[in-house]
């Protein structure tokens, strides 16, 4: 049986949303995140030894990162399903943007939630300005651009194909979820995109990721 180590708000319904999608049967075991963190609970470091999620274990299998569990579950369960053909130009898209997701898209993004956080952190007032002051730039001169360049690059690609990979839903466009909806959440994605939104509204109506949600519980960036 597949058991999902499933923490909230995070790239694990990615995870949940592929099974139901492939029809797979699985087991969720549910972690929080610390309130004050928001980090993974020390639980998770049993499972896997740097405690983050998501972590899927498949017998005596234990594997981590959305993209590899991602490949593998298409690869072992999917029978063909959701992965385009080998020795295609779709294949070679697919493999792009099941690594872009994470090696491009989320570095920026992470880093604007950091610094975010920094100019809102409670601090002694003769440090406040400078810590602003800093961030702001940081943000102005490096991660903005970074953002704006990745969305129209994502937003060119998709006036090629109505989905990532091609002209068919596939793994690729799941693994592309979480940056996409981060970006629209706390990444300035907006009007400027209407591919890239009209894609988020697509991949939302899908039944799979509803049932996904229903399984998984609150999930703030699908809203």
Do not use: C
Not at 53 to 64: E, H, M, N, Q, Y
Not at 95 to 101: D, L, R, S, V
């Amino acid at each position: 049986m597949i058991v999902v180590h499933h923490l909230n708000n995070s790239r694990s319904q990615r995870v949940l949303w592929l099974l139901e999608e492939l029809g797979l049967e699985y087991e969720i075991v549910r972690y929080q995140r610390d309130p004050k963190t928001m980090l993974a609970p020390p639980a998770l470091r049993a499972i896997h030894p740097l405690g983050k999620s998501p972590v899927i274990t498949d017998g005596d299998l234990t594997i981590a990162e959305s993209g590899a569990i991602l490949d593998y579950l298409v690869e072992r369960y999917g029978a063909g399903r959701l992965v385009p053909p080998p020795g295609t130009l779709d294949r070679l898209r697919w493999t792009y943007w099941m690594h872009f997701a994470e090696g491009s898209a989320m570095p920026p993004l992470v880093m604007k939630m950091v610094f975010d956080k920094i100019e809102t952190t409670k601090m002694a007032f003769f440090a406040r300005p400078i810590a602003r002051a800093i961030a702001q730039k940081v943000k102005r001169s490096f991660i903005l651009p970074q953002l704006e360049q990745q969305q129209d690059y994502m937003e060119s690609e998709l006036a090629k194909s109505a989905w990532f990979a091609g002209a068919e839903f596939s793994a690729a466009d799941i693994q592309m979820s979480f940056p996409v909806e981060a970006a629209s959440a706390r990444g300035g994605l907006g009007q400027k995109h209407p591919k890239l939104s009209a894609w988020l509204q697509r991949i939302h109506q899908r039944p799979a990721y509803q049932r996904a949600l229903e399984r998984g519980g609150p999930f703030d960036m699908a809203q």
